[in-house]
């Protein structure tokens, strides 16, 4: 069985997207789509949070991909203040599906800016599972659109954060956990930056213990 991961070129709203796309070993895996920081200050698919991600994913067995937004690296087109790249992260999720066509959930993360459009992809995709979303910087974004928010997930914020202040994320959760018929989990990392610089591995640890449980509540 062939489980490396590979290049993939698919065909976006706006050109060519490039990304890396590992196949799940089982007979149908769950997927999961990844997005990456903002562009225009260095975001790519080879985020260090981007790539954790993305191995949580595989070591739980899921077929898993991540790609370059518009503009990035070797994707094609330009930049689209979030509209593109919104367009880009549904093609992504409508690819995967298709290499997936039975997977039985399907997740969605992001980082940063990539939190962000993957809450907006939970609007556009009622077929998405659940969400993971790591420091969604409510304080430069209006996520006013999750009303009402359709999936259960996870945010994630650093404590010490120096981009988002820490009760502007705690807000956005609060609303979302009032919201009727979803459950939203809530962790802070004490010690942790925008960037999770020397946290990772607290990071890691949340993130694969709410995938495994939430994976496997399914099946109960």
Same mark, same amino acid.
């Given at each position: 069985?062939?489980?490396?991961?590979?290049?993939?070129?698919?065909?976006?709203?706006?050109?060519?997207?490039?990304?890396?796309?590992?196949?799940?070993?089982?007979?149908?895996?769950?997927?999961?789509?990844?997005?990456?920081?903002?562009?225009?200050?260095?975001?790519?698919?080879?985020?260090?949070?981007?790539?954790?991600?993305?191995?949580?994913?595989?070591?739980?067995?899921?077929?898993?991909?991540?790609?370059?937004?518009?503009?990035?690296?070797?994707?094609?087109?330009?930049?689209?203040?979030?509209?593109?790249?919104?367009?880009?992260?549904?093609?992504?999720?409508?690819?995967?599906?298709?290499?997936?066509?039975?997977?039985?959930?399907?997740?969605?993360?992001?980082?940063?800016?990539?939190?962000?459009?993957?809450?907006?992809?939970?609007?556009?995709?009622?077929?998405?599972?659940?969400?993971?979303?790591?420091?969604?910087?409510?304080? =430069?974004? /209006?996520? #006013?659109? @999750? %009303?009402?928010?359709?999936? &259960?997930?996870?945010? !994630?914020?650093?404590?010490?954060? $120096?981009?988002?202040? =820490?009760? /502007?994320? #705690?807000? @956005? %959760?609060?609303?979302?956990? &009032?919201?009727?018929? !979803?459950?939203?989990?809530?962790? $802070?990392?004490?010690?942790?930056?925008?960037?999770?610089?020397?946290?990772?591995?607290?990071?890691?640890?949340?993130?694969?213990?709410?995938?495994?449980? $939430?994976?496997?509540?399914?099946?109960?």
């Amino acid at each position: 069985m062939n489980n490396q991961v590979k290049e993939v070129v698919i065909t976006g709203p706006d050109g060519k997207l490039v990304g890396k796309y590992k196949k799940g070993q089982s007979l149908n895996p769950p997927v999961a789509l990844i997005l990456h920081p903002h562009p225009l200050y260095g975001g790519t698919m080879n985020n260090p949070i981007v790539l954790e991600l993305f191995n949580i994913f595989d070591d739980l067995g899921f077929s898993t991909f991540r790609f370059n937004f518009r503009g990035v690296g070797k994707s094609e087109g330009k930049f689209d203040n979030g509209l593109g790249e919104l367009a880009d992260a549904a093609a992504g999720l409508d690819w995967i599906q298709r290499q997936n066509p039975n997977a039985n959930q399907c997740w969605v993360a992001g980082f940063s800016f990539g939190a962000l459009l993957c809450m907006q992809l939970l609007m556009r995709r009622p077929e998405i599972t659940r969400f993971v979303s790591i420091s969604p910087q409510p304080n =430069l974004y /209006d996520f #006013n659109f @999750l %009303a009402p928010c359709p999936a &259960s997930g996870i945010i !994630i914020q650093g404590k010490k954060d $120096e981009l988002v202040p =820490l009760e /502007d994320t #705690n807000r @956005l %959760a609060q609303k979302l956990q &009032s919201q009727k018929n !979803i459950v939203i989990d809530y962790e $802070e990392i004490s010690g942790a930056n925008h960037f999770y610089d020397n946290e990772i591995h607290k990071l890691n640890k949340i993130v694969s213990s709410y995938v495994e449980r $939430e994976l496997n509540s399914r099946y109960r």
